[in-house]
């Protein structure tokens, strides 16, 4: 039973992801999912269970992508641009509806994303930023704290489209010029040299 729970809540924010929250209702996602309301409603209490269980599958696959990404043993520049590049392909096909239908409709799910985000995703910021400096490719006087805030809402900028509408330019656009912006700031000479090195390698940066 939990394998088809969790191919369904799979497909489920497959059809969020597409379609937005709000005009999804429990009808039209069981018609979406080729099961009858009853099946659906097997699994799940109502519609505010289904969102949350949604928001909870997608932070556990962002962390798996993410986990794999440390795994690989990059240095601190190259790692920071790979998660960043993970996180835009997994977020940047959502429904830009998606965060204000939360923020409106399912506050107990938004509030679910936030604390994971907070919790998890800027630590591992914050884990990035120390390393760089251990690493010597970024400047020894920065606050990693601070600077993981400033990374994080930035980052939110970007996926949200709130201040560089997605019908202007890409998401991947958008986020490669913040990552060098973002680079510049924090990196030591020695950072800047490999950074120089990546966008001549890198077409895409």
Do not use: W
Not at 57 to 67: F, K, R, V, W, Y
Not at 77 to 86: C, H, S, T, V
Not at 87 to 108: A, E, M, N
Not at 165 to 189: L, N
């Amino acid at each position: 039973m939990e394998s088809k729970k969790e191919e369904l809540i799979q497909e489920a924010l497959a059809v969020y992801m597409k379609l937005g929250i709000k005009s999804v209702t429990m009808d039209e996602m069981a018609r979406q999912l080729g099961v009858s309301k009853k099946t659906l409603y097997r699994y799940v209490s109502d519609k505010n269970e289904l969102v949350e269980a949604c928001v909870l599958h997608d932070h556990e696959c962002a962390m798996s992508g993410i986990q794999d990404i440390l795994g690989k043993k990059l240095n601190a520049i190259e790692e920071l641009l790979e998660i960043g590049r993970f996180l835009v392909k997994t977020l940047g096909g959502i429904h830009p509806s998606i965060f204000f239908d939360l923020s409106r409709y399912h506050p107990g799910a938004l509030k679910l994303m936030q604390t994971h985000k907070h919790e998890i995703m800027r630590g591992i910021v914050v884990s990035n930023l120390i390393r760089g400096v251990d690493e010597g490719v970024y400047r020894e006087n920065l606050t990693p704290e601070i600077m993981s805030r400033l990374h994080m809402g930035i980052m939110d900028m970007v996926m949200s489209g709130e201040v560089i509408p997605i019908d202007e330019y890409r998401v991947d656009e958008v986020y490669s010029e913040f990552f060098r912006y973002h680079i510049r700031g924090i990196a030591s000479k020695k950072g800047l040299e490999y950074l120089k090195e990546l966008v001549r390698k890198d077409e895409n940066l």
